[in-house]
């Protein structure tokens, strides 16, 4: 039996527990996500909720220096089997666990399938402690990516007003639709200065989506400029724990009230191997769809 067939068994064996999973990504770096991944978590944990946040971003993870972790294990320890998962854990702001994802480790960038295996065993130990996965996925179209994105329930797609930004994200929604099976996108745009700007933004990436692909997005927010981001992330701490009350951190409030709040899409089921078995489907008509913008 070839590793491909053994991925397919061990994913289909997925159980479909109750924790949520929510890859947080974009189609152009330097857009946020990382911010976004840990202030949500941070909000989630403050509401109660038991928050595991993975550092998909692998080999340039970030997780750990926004949250200022200096953790002694990353995901490739675990992958080769020199920590288990409990060592390779770390503790975050209000409860919140990190996996982190190493930074400088090329031999994560792009994940085999038997390494694959190994992450969604170790994570099928866990999933009952959990109620919320959020994964901080790397930018683009990437192997790695569309591993994450295809196996998570929802995508929170994070775009920016610049034009390489709306091209780079009708990419990763064509690809995430026509190779990971994703069907819905929350749409967040970071910065807008009013929320009729972030919608004017998201209208022209849903005309074009809607245009040419069976794929949908939403819009679930915006987030406004603030130099108090800045400040945060300077001192290695989520924005909504070091300054609470600025404008970014209530609009950061909103956006995850609003996920939070919402069910998620009808056709997803839980448990965090769930949808992993779609990533190895053939979609020959993944290359036919059209360019945009």
Known sequence: MDQAESLRQLMSQGRGGGVRVIAVTSGKGGVGKTNVTSNLATLAAQQGKRVLV????LGLA????ILGLTPRYHLGHLLDGTAELEQVLAHGPEGVRILPGGSGVRSLTVLD???????MSALDTIEDQFDLVLIDTGAGIGDNVLFFVGGAQEAVLVVTPEP???TDAYAAVKVLSLEGGVEHFNVLVNPAPSE????????????VT???LKARVKLLGYIPRDENLQRAVLMQKPVVQAFPQTPVSRALKVIADKLLSEHPPASS????KFLWNRLLRETPEAAAAPQAF
């Open 62 to 65: 970030n997780v750990e220096i």
């Open 196 to 207: 009729q700007a972030a919608r004017e933004i998201y209208e022209k990436l849903c005309n």
């Open 113 to 119: 399938d038997s390494q694959k295996m190994r992450f």
């Open 210 to 212: 809607r245009r040419f």
């Open 269 to 272: 089921v839980g448990g965090l």
């Open 54 to 57: 993975v550092d998909g971003d």
């Open 164 to 166: 390489t930004s709306l």
